[in-house]
């Protein structure tokens, strides 16, 4: 599939540099830059989970070690 992807000369000069860092075309620093945000939303989101369930679970000594 192509797409065009507009943007100001700023984000532009961004995806340069990055594609420079990594030494790839500034398609691949794209495309590595979206899967990257897309894993850390899901590490986040995990995160979030797990702490929610323990933080439920355990939440009087969790209180109780906050209070040392």
Known sequence: MAMTVRMTAEQD?????????WGV???????????ESASADRTDAAFADAY????????????????V
């Not at 000069?13 to 860092?21: D, G, W």
């Not at 075309?25 to 899967?35: P, Q, W």
């Not at 929610?52 to 209070?67: F, I, Q």
């Open 13 to 21: 000069a961004m995806v340069t540099a990055l594609a420079k860092r």
């Open 25 to 35: 075309s500034k398609n691949e620093a794209i495309l590595r830059a979206v899967e």
């Open 52 to 67: 929610e369930h323990v933080s439920g679970k355990y939440r009087d000594a969790l209180d109780r070690l906050g209070n």
